[in-house]
Each structure stands twice: as C-alpha cells, then as structure tokens.
C-alpha cells in the first residue's frame, strides 16, 4: 500500500462512521486508525477461570464467580441509597452493590438463571461484598469475543449510549488489528530487541488486543512499556543535551569577598552534608558557561533559602545582580527579613517588591536596578512585569516553583541577552519515578537531611470523638507558652461549606478558649487582605495563642513558638497537603505535635495517609506513599505534563522498566549524542514521528 494505512481516519474504519467518528474523537481522542490500535485493554479477565464464594479473601483482585442472584432490594437514604443483592453459588453468599443505575439494575436479575459475575471484592462490616459488578446471563456471552483471555476497554457514558461500550470497542478494535497485519511498523531498534528479548511489535500489538495466553500477554505488556518509556526518556534526555549544548550562560568564576564573610561571620552554625553538596552542584553549574536550570529539592525546613542565599553572594561576587520570587507576599517578606538579617553588616543593598509596594519607593527600586546599585531583589508576581528591568540579572532563584506557570518563568529570562541562572526551590518532594519523566530534562539536587538538633514533630490521629482530650492538650501547650494552629480543608467545590465549618470551628474554639485568658485569629480566603495581614501579625506577634484558618498558611508562614498544628477533617487533605501543613510546626526548639483530627469512617485510602503521616516525617516517603495512593493523575504538576498520556506504562507499578529505559536511553546518547548511527536510524525516526505534533511538555524552561 503505498499510504499509510494506520493514518487513516477513524470514520472510515468498518462500523464507525461519521457519528461514531466524531464521538471517538470527542470522546476519547481517537482520530486515526493506529490511535484505536494504542487504546489498550485496562485489564483481561480469564474467561475459562471460575473463583467459589468461599475462596474469596482480602487479596482478591477482580474476579470471576458463577451463580445465582435473589433478594434484589432498594436500602439506605441519601447518599447511602443503594441496592443490595445476595449473590450464591453453593459455597457460600456475597453481597451485590449498586450506588448508580439502581432502577435500571434492579428488574434485570431473574431467580432461576445462571449469572457470571464478574468484580472486585471489598470488606465491609467483616463480610464481602462486590460493588458495581459486570453481570452477564450465562450462556449469553458474546461468541465473537470468546477468547479466554476477554480483554476490556474503558468507555464512557455517551459512548456506551451509543453503542461504543467495552465490547463494541473491542469489536472494532479486533478487526482493526487484524487487517493491519503487515502495516505495524517494527519500532524500536535491532539491537534493543535482541539485547532485551522483546517480541516484535506486531506481534505485541496483535497480544495486547486479543492475547493467545498469558504468557505472551505479560511479553506484549512489558514490550510495550518499555517501548513508551523509553522514547519518553529519550526525547527528555536529548532535549537536555540539545539545551546545554545551545545554552550560554554567565560564567561565575570567582569565589569572592562576600561569600567568604559571610562563610566567616555571618554563617551562625555549620552546612548540613546535604546542604554543602548541594551548594557544590550549583556552583559548579553556574561557573559551566553554560546556562543551568536546577530544581532545588528538600522537605520544609532543610534549608533551602539559605543555600539559594549563599548562591546569590555568589552571583553578586562576580558582579551580577540576583533576584528571588516567591509565591504570596507573606513569604515574600519572611524571605525579605531571614535575608537583610542575615547580610546586616556586608554592606549589600536588597529590597522587597510587591504588589503594595508604593509607587514612589517603586519607582527607586527601578531607578537602582538600573543602575546596578540595587543587588538582591524579593518579591512577587511583581518581579515578572516588564517595568522591572536589571542592569545584569545572573541568577533568579524561585521559591514554590508549582505556583509560577512556566510563561512566567520564561518572561524573568528575556530580562537579560545571556539568559540568568535559574534555580526552582519546592518543598513539595517529587518521587524519583515522577521527577524523571517530570522533570527527565532538568538538574536535580535534593537536600535530603534536616539540620541536626531538630525534634521530629510528633504526629498522632484522633477521632472527633477525642476533642476533649484534644482540648486539654492544647490548654497544657498554652500555659507552656507555645501557640497552636488550627486547619481547615477548603476544597474548591464546596468552599461554601468549608468555610461554614471553619468559623463553626472558630466559634466554638472560642467558647472553650475565651477570652481574656485566651485569644485566637482567624484567616480565611475570603477576608480582605489588610484584615487578613492583621490577623496574621497578631499571631505572629504573640497577641494570640490559637490562629484558625484554611490553608492559606500552608505555604511557607514561619512562627517558630507555634508548636501544635491541628488539622481538622484531615482525611479530606492529600498526604502532600498534610505533610506540607505539618511542616509550619517543629521551627523551634520545643517539641512540636501535629494531631489530625478525623471522622471515625475512613476510607481505606483515607487509613492508610494517617497511618502514614503518625508513621514518618520524611517527605520523600511520604511523596512516594501519595503516588502509590493517588496515582500520577493527581500530584502536583503532572496535568500538563503527558506524564497522564502513557497509554500502558505506569510510572509507579513500572518503575523498574522506566529505570530501565532511562538508563539505556542515556547509553545510547552518549554514545551517539544525534541519534546519526545506522543502528540507531530507527529511533531518531521515531522520535521525530511521536513527537511532531506534541507541546514541549515537562519542561520547566
Ligand atoms: P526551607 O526553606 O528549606 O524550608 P529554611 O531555609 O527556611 O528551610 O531553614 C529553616 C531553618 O533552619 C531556618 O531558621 C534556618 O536558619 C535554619 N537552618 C538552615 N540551615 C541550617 C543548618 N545547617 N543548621 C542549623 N540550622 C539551619
Ligand atoms: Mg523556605
């Protein structure tokens, strides 16, 4: 054929049509042929395996069952309303759930037929139970589908209204596969074929539809995994090389006056380990002559500003300028006052802008930038606008970097002809799985060490139903002289009602905690910012013992005597979130306590992150837990990423074949950095085809 036959558009393929093709296409993204032929089963159901009732345990995963169905009836009100059946098969009974399409489920099921069921179980009340089973009339099965291993498609809702559910897809997708026998190009190259025995690609795409056994089904999987990792990573580390190569950058050679006084006199305690390799990664990147893009990582509290402060006495000992971004005004200054704290006496000139900086002070800030009097700039957004101008900006160092679009970060680089040094500070920790297709083209540098002397803050978990108990501590912390934060979630959705609960919340903190022997600040979203600043200073000063309010501290707010944080209704909150909450607490010297307050009904997701937040302080095991328990789909940064494009590769369940590929596409660029030998003509042809049409996704710069 002498087009190409998988580019042809979806419409034409036999059963589709115009009406279906727009559907496919809305729906699911489907424009082309071989886009059907990557929209991979989510899972396989062995058709000619039976499990019995009394076989079922906690470990069961999805399953088949064979039996009888009775006592079909409507329990519960509300939200709990569902429909419950009792599901039989000689060995024992099972509870059938159904929360959704309960009158269409409910006159199905007849008494004396055979029904294959076919589910997850889950434990409820010390009894098994199926929720939302697929349930199919045995004998009923569908022949054209009859292969034991009976793969399923996700769909959605339209498109099952419109005969596009789990078994038409597959239909389609059958036929379609086997009329390109002979059009499925191999993709990867001779050499990693047989250095990694995977089966052709043909071959895995005609298993992964409609697999003979389970045998080739697993070789289908693992080829195909690797195959999406590996040009993931490929692409990330040619983008890398292809940057630095291109890159200029100000080269930083001296080690100048500043930094040593600072290192002699100012400097009250010695580096971390962590903290000095760090340093040592930077330094030598900015001293390349070429220009780096660095991702700073390290759990609150392990230092970060002050190695991105001794960075930027670098940049001034060689005579540049720096500046310093961070998300809210309130961290803005924090950052503003650690740091003229910390240079009294170096003779350095720094100054803070944000949106209420005034216009006259404004309009000297400029004045000194431009003149190159003005060394270290703070501030906001403000930063980014096009009135702010540097003499010569060397480095822009970026606290919080998830709350800055990537537009804005490029804007801070076009201040200078030879772009800045940027260094991005977060302390949300990034599991190394993620940040290496997140981030697969950055520098990275992880503090992974607390400065010592620090006490772990103490996290325990309380049920609603312990708020006396709760109370009490929090009165013996008072009298102690500590102060105590309490959280609310605020969740977009029903910010109404979060706020309800907060100053419900407030009130009744108030009650037990009145005054005069007790005061307590309350911020929310809500509140003006003046009144929200007032709120916040009074805490900050002292003048209350308790600060109710939403998130809005969660990032960054350091008030070293406030040594308890109580969250409320914190199974509501990621484990990110809480561990980010927990941060603002443990800044003193006193023992801190974090206790998360909870409904005595927890999912089992919602167990696991207390379990995990009482069991660990370290962010990375934290991070690495919230993957686990979320999925890629909802950290932080991973919406605009593609890392949510991988059709079969997950990065958590997968992270030995992404090492894998990572590692062998880095062999491959180094040996052959343009993709220019004849071995590898197959993948620099690849590359180009799979990623013509995408964004530069992932990257930071
Ligand atoms: P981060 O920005 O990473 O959350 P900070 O830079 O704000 O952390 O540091 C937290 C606190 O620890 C600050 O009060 C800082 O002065 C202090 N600190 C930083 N490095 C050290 C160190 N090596 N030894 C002792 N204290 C340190
Ligand atoms: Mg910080």
Not at 123 to 133: C, G, Q, R
Request: hydrophobic share 40%.
């Amino acid at each position: 054929m002498s087009y190409n036959f998988l580019k042809t558009p979806i419409e034409y393929l036999k059963g589709v049509g115009p009406k279906r093709g727009e559907l496919l296409r809305k729906e699911l993204g489907i424009f082309t042929f071989d886009q059907l032929l990557t929209y991979y089963p989510y899972r396989y159901i062995d058709r000619s395996k039976f499990f019995k009732i009394n076989e079922i345990n906690s470990d069961s995963a999805y399953i088949q069952l064979k039996g009888y169905i009775s006592g079909a009836q409507i329990v519960g009100q509300k939200r709990g309303r569902r429909l419950s059946a009792k599901f039989s098969d000689g060995t024992g009974t099972i509870e059938l759930l159904w929360f959704q399409g309960i009158k269409w489920v409910q006159d199905k099921f007849k008494p004396d037929v055979e029904y294959v069921v076919f589910g997850k179980p889950s434990v409820f009340n010390n009894k098994y139970n199926i929720a939302h089973p697929e349930v199919e009339a045995v004998g009923s099965e569908d022949e054209s589908l009859s292969e034991t291993l009976q793969p399923f498609y996700s769909s959605t809702e339209k498109l099952s209204s419109r005969g596009l559910g789990n078994k038409a897809i597959g239909k389609l997708t059958k036929a379609l596969a086997l009329r390109s026998v002979g059009e499925i190009k191999e993709t990867l190259s001779e050499e990693i074929i047989q250095k990694l025995k995977l089966i052709p690609k043909e071959e895995a795409v005609l298993n992964i539809h409609f697999p003979k056994n389970t045998e080739i089904l697993q070789k289908a999987k693992a080829r195909l995994k690797f195959e999406e990792l590996f040009y993931i990573q490929l692409r990330l580390l040619q983008h890398k090389i292809n940057r630095f190569e291109k890159s200029k950058g100000h080269n930083f050679s001296t080690v100048g006056e500043h930094l040593n006084r600072f290192f002699q006199e100012k400097l009250p305690f010695e580096l971390t380990g962590a903290q000095k390799r760090v340093i040592k990664e930077i330094r030598k990147d900015m001293g390349s002559g070429k220009q780096m893009n660095r991702l700073l990582q390290g759990d609150v509290g392990s230092g970060k500003t002050l190695v991105a402060l001794m960075n930027m006495l670098i940049a001034i000992d060689n005579g540049f300028q720096t500046c310093l971004m961070a998300p809210t005004e309130v961290l803005a200054n924090q950052h503003f006052k650690t740091i003229v704290k910390f240079l009294e006496g170096l003779n350095i000139k720094a100054e803070l802008l944000t949106g209420s900086t005034k216009a006259a002070a404004r309009k000297v800030i400029h004045a000194d930038l431009l003149s190159g009097e003005l060394k270290i700039l703070i501030g906001t957004h403000a930063l980014i606008e096009d009135t702010v101008q540097f003499k010569n900006l060397g480095l822009v160092v970026i606290d919080e970097q998830h709350r800055f679009g990537v537009a804005q970060r490029a804007k801070m680089w076009k201040k200078n002809t030879i772009p800045p040094h940027v260094l991005v500070m977060t302390a949300t920790p990034i599991p190394r799985t993620l940040a290496m297709t997140l981030y697969g083209d950055l520098d990275l540098s992880i503090i992974d060490e607390l400065p010592p002397g620090r006490k772990p803050i103490k996290t325990a978990h309380y049920y609603d139903s312990k708020r006396l108990k709760l109370f009490g501590f929090m009165r013996d912390q008072i009298k102690q002289g500590r102060q105590i934060y309490i959280v609310y979630p605020l969740i977009k959705e029903s910010e109404k009602l979060d706020l309800k609960d907060l100053q419900d919340g407030y009130e009744s903190i108030s009650r037990a905690f009145p005054l005069p022997d007790y005061a307590v600040s309350v911020v929310h979203g809500k509140m003006k910012a003046p009144e929200k600043e007032y709120e916040m200073q009074r805490f900050i000063k002292g003048e209350t013992q308790i600060m109710v309010s939403t998130t809005v501290i969660e990032v960054g707010i350091d008030v070293p005597n406030a040594s308890v944080m109580v969250i409320e209704n914190a199974e509501r909150f990621g484990l990110s979130q809480l561990h980010q909450l927990r941060g603002r607490v443990g800044r003193g010297a006193e023992q801190s306590y974090c206790i998360l307050m909870s409904d005595v009904k927890l999912t089992s997701d919602g167990k696991k992150r207390m379990e995990t937040m009482v069991r660990t302080t370290d962010g990375f095991e934290i991070a690495e837990a919230d993957l686990k328990l979320r999925g890629p789909g909802d950290m932080q940064g991973t919406q605009q990423s593609g890392v949510l494009d991988l059709h079969i590769a997950d990065i958590v369940k997968d992270e030995k074949i992404l090492k894998y590929a990572r590692n062998l596409a880095t062999e491959i660029l180094t040996e052959d950095q343009k993709l220019e030998l004849p071995k590898n003509a197959k993948l620099r042809t690849q590359l180009i085809e799979q990623f013509k049409n995408k964004p530069d996704w992932g990257l930071i710069s």
